[in-house]
C-alpha cells in the first residue's frame, strides 16, 4: 500500500493493537491507513519458519485461553489450538531438587503472592522486592520467575500493579506460532510498511504525520508503538506531550528473551517439561523441553541478565544456555545441542524490549496512557491493558477499545464494547 494524502483514521503501529484496531474501523464508513515501521506486520508477535514449523520469537501463549478473544480466532484461520497444559507446575528429572524442596519453592512462591495480594487489597504501594521473606533461600529463584513475567526483577514492579494481572490458569498455544495467527489476522488490513511515524504536529484542526515515507494529514491517530518510543521521544508530539511521556517512561517494557536450540535423542527428555536451572539466584533460564513434541529445547532468560546476554549476541545466550544445561543433565548436553536462533527485543529500536511493566509507584500510569488526547489521539497497546498487560489479547482488546474511541470521536456509533453483549 502506498502512502495516501489524508485519511480518517491513521493507526501508528501493526502489531496486535493496531491490526485489531484497524479491523474493528473496517467496516465503517471511515479511510484508515495502517503504518508500520518494520518491514513486516504483527510486531511483538512474530513466528520464525524452521523445518517447516515456526518458532515463536516474541509472545507464545494463548493466556487465560478460556477468556482470551484471540483463542476463537485460531481455528477459523486454519491453524491448530494446542491445549497441552504448560509446563510451568512441574520439573523434569530431579538432579538438583528433590520433590521436596520443590514443594517448598512453591509454598514459598505461593506466600509470596499471598502477601503480594494482601498488600495490594490494603492499597499498600512499594517494590514488590519488599515483600520476599528475608534470608528465604528461594528469592532467586522467585525474582528469576519475575524475569519471565515482568521482563524486570520485582524491584522494579509495582505491588499495585503486579496483583492487577488477572490470569485465569488456562493457557493454550497455537501450533503453527502465535505469530502466525495475528498475520493472518491482519492480512485484510490496509499497511503502509516501511515506514516510522517521526512527529505528530497537532497544533492545528487536522493532525499533521510526518514518517519516512512523506507526509499524511488525518482527524484522528490511534498510537500503538511500545512505551520505550514514546518515553525515547522516537515518536514525537507538536507542541510536546510531557505528561505523556512521563507516563510512558513510568510503564517501560521489560525484557524476556528466548534461545531456540535443537537436541539430539529427544527421546531421553520427558515432552513439554521444565528444568529451571540454579536456585540460588536470579541470574538464571528456564528450560521448555521438547515443546509440542519437537526436539528441541527453548531456554527462556529475564531482566537483568537477557540484557547482559543479549549484549553478547546470540553466542552468549547459547554459552549461557549450555553451561546451565550441561550442569544440569551431564557434559554429553555439549554436543548434543546446536543454537537455532535467539530473540534480540531489547536491541529492536522498534520495541526496546518485550513487555512492559509498571515502576513502583506508578501502577496508575497505565490508565494515564490510555487517556484521549484532544478527542482525537487514542493510545493503546498491551502497557494500557491494566489486567492483561505484557499479552497479545490485552493489545488486542485495546487496540478494539481505541477504535470504538475513536468512532466515537468522528460521530459514529461504536457498537458495544467486547463483552457488553451480555451485559
Not at 548434543?336 to 500510569?365: E, F, I, K, N, Q
Not at 493503546?380 to 505484557?390: I, K
Request: charged letters at 25%.
Amino acid at each position: 500500500m502506498s502512502l495516501p494524502a489524508s485519511v480518517d483514521v491513521v493507526v501508528i503501529g501493526a502489531g496486535a493493537a493496531g491490526l485489531a484496531a484497524a479491523r474493528a474501523l473496517s467496516n465503517q464508513p471511515l479511510s484508515v491507513a495502517v503504518l508500520e515501521a518494520r518491514d513486516r506486520i504483527g510486531g511483538r508477535a512474530w513466528t520464525l519458519p524452521f523445518r517447516g514449523e515456526g518458532l515463536d520469537m516474541g509472545c507464545g501463549w494463548l493466556h487465560s485461553a478460556d477468556e482470551n478473544p484471540l483463542a476463537a480466532m485460531v481455528e477459523p484461520a486454519g491453524l491448530t489450538v494446542d491445549r497441552t497444559p504448560p509446563p510451568w507446575q512441574s520439573q523434569a528429572f530431579n538432579h538438583e531438587t528433590s520433590d521436596a524442596e520443590i514443594a517448598d519453592f512453591r509454598a514459598a512462591y505461593d506466600a509470596f503472592d499471598d502477601r503480594i495480594a494482601e498488600a495490594a487489597a490494603r492499597g499498600h504501594e512499594a517494590p514488590a522486592s519488599t515483600l520476599l521473606e528475608p534470608g528465604n533461600r528461594w528469592n532467586g529463584r522467585i525474582d528469576a520467575i519475575s524475569g519471565a513475567l515482568n521482563g524486570a526483577r520485582f524491584a522494579q514492579v509495582s505491588i499495585l500493579d503486579y496483583d492487577a494481572y488477572r490470569d485465569t490458569g488456562v493457557n493454550w498455544r497455537v501450533r503453527e506460532g502465535y505469530g502466525r495467527l495475528i498475520e493472518a489476522l491482519g492480512r485484510p488490513v490496509p499497511v503502509v510498511t516501511d515506514c516510522p511515524v517521526r512527529r505528530i504536529d497537532r497544533s492545528g484542526p487536522v493532525l499533521k504525520l510526518t514518517t519516512d515515507r512523506g507526509m499524511i494529514e488525518a482527524r484522528t491517530v490511534i498510537v500503538t508503538v511500545p512505551t520505550d518510543l514514546i518515553a525515547r521521544e522516537t515518536l514525537k508530539f507538536d507542541p510536546p506531550l510531557p505528561a505523556l511521556v512521563e507516563a510512558a517512561s513510568y510503564v517501560p517494557l521489560g525484557l524476556a528473551s528466548k534461545m531456540h536450540m535443537t537436541v539430539t535423542g529427544a527421546e531421553d527428555f520427558p515432552e513439554n517439561s521444565q528444568l529451571w536451572g540454579r536456585t540460588d539466584t536470579a541470574d538464571t533460564g528456564g528450560y521448555h523441553l521438547r515443546p509440542f513434541g519437537r526436539p528441541m529445547i527453548e531456554g527462556y532468560y529475564g531482566a537483568d541478565l537477557a540484557r547482559g546476554l543479549e549484549a553478547e549476541g546470540q553466542a552468549g545466550f547459547y554459552a549461557f544456555a549450555v553451561d546451565e544445561l550441561v550442569h544440569l543433565l551431564g557434559s554429553d548436553m555439549r554436543k548434543r545441542l546446536s543454537p537455532v536462533v535467539a530473540t534480540m527485543w531489547g536491541a529492536d529500536p522498534w520495541s526496546h524490549g518485550a513487555y512492559s511493566h509498571a515502576m513502583p509507584g506508578h501502577a496508575g500510569d497505565r490508565k494515564r496512557l490510555k487517556a484521549p488526547i484532544e478527542n482525537r489521539i487514542f493510545l493503546a497497546g498491551e502497557a494500557t491493558a491494566e489486567a492483561f498487560y505484557g499479552t497479545t489479547h490485552g493489545a488486542w482488546m485495546e487496540g478494539e477499545r481505541a477504535a470504538r474511541e475513536a468512532m466515537a470521536a468522528l460521530g459514529l456509533d461504536p457498537g458495544p464494547a467486547r463483552g457488553d453483549e451480555e451485559a
